[in-house]
């Protein structure tokens, strides 16, 4: 084969490398949107739970409020029919039974005074819910516009760089490319690995002594262990 130059391949290796690591840095982009969009999306869940469990509270004590005001009506006919009660047994019955109206009234007025309590505590938890929503809505802009500007930038990198890869594969001897392009095309950066001190950077295997002297002479050599295209250190 024809000599190529350990500098030719460690610049391919290092547009590789770059070039590996801007695309995974642009698939990270919409990722860390989504994380953000689903927390949004959880606490608009959690606002509607606070709000419901508000409105759900109020119904009940607005029920409460109108047995209340039956009971009280209630207490209203019973005294009236008191006045005109025909018998003492009659009388006392009627008696009995304002108590016993009086006394389910009063715990039901306890109820309500209570619920008002329980309102307002979980209208503050409502209040709690926005601000954490709104919170999550800022974050999640920040990130968009984030990911939005970064891409912008990474965008224009790799375009330059697949430029400078173009350039640099044309310098390549054509009897080494289809080899060159099979391994770049299954392992991508991992396709190309330094030899330094006799070892594979790649795998960590040994090579051999001819594997090092072909090295030295500027002839590919490909790792026997794990395929990678092989360039002398520094
Ligand atoms: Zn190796």
């Known amino acids: 084969m024809m000599a190529v130059s350990a500098e030719l391949l ?139 500007a970064e891409g912008d930038v990474i965008r224009g990198d790799v375009t330059r760089l697949e430029g400078d890869l173009a350039d640099a594969e044309k310098q390549l001897p054509g009897d080494l490319r289809p080899e060159y392009q099979r391994i770049i095309r299954s392992k991508g950066a991992d396709g190309m690995a330094e030899m330094a001190g006799g070892v594979c950077e790649g795998c960590g295997q040994k090579c051999t002594l001819q594997m090092q002297n072909e090295l030295l002479m500027e002839k590919p050599v490909f790792c026997k262990s794990c395929g990678r295209l092989l360039y002398a250190g520094e």
């Open 10 to 148: 460690r610049n391919l290796h290092r547009i590789h490398t770059q070039l590996a690591d801007l695309r995974d840095r642009l698939d990270r982009g919409p990722r860390q949107v989504k994380i953000r969009e689903t927390n949004v999306a959880q606490l608009t869940a959690a606002k509607e739970a606070a709000e419901e469990n508000v409105k759900q509270c109020k119904l009940a004590t607005d029920r409460k409020q109108l047995d209340l005001k039956s009971s009280e009506n209630k207490v209203q006919e019973l005294k009236v029919k008191l006045n005109t009660a025909a018998s003492n047994k009659e009388y006392q019955a009627l008696t009995d039974q304002i108590a016993a109206t009086e006394m389910a009234g009063s715990v039901l007025a306890d109820e309500i005074l209570e619920s008002f309590d329980k309102i307002e505590r979980l209208e503050s938890a409502v209040a709690e819910a926005k601000k954490n929503l709104e919170a999550g809505q800022t974050e999640l802009t920040r990130c968009r516009d984030k990911v939005a």
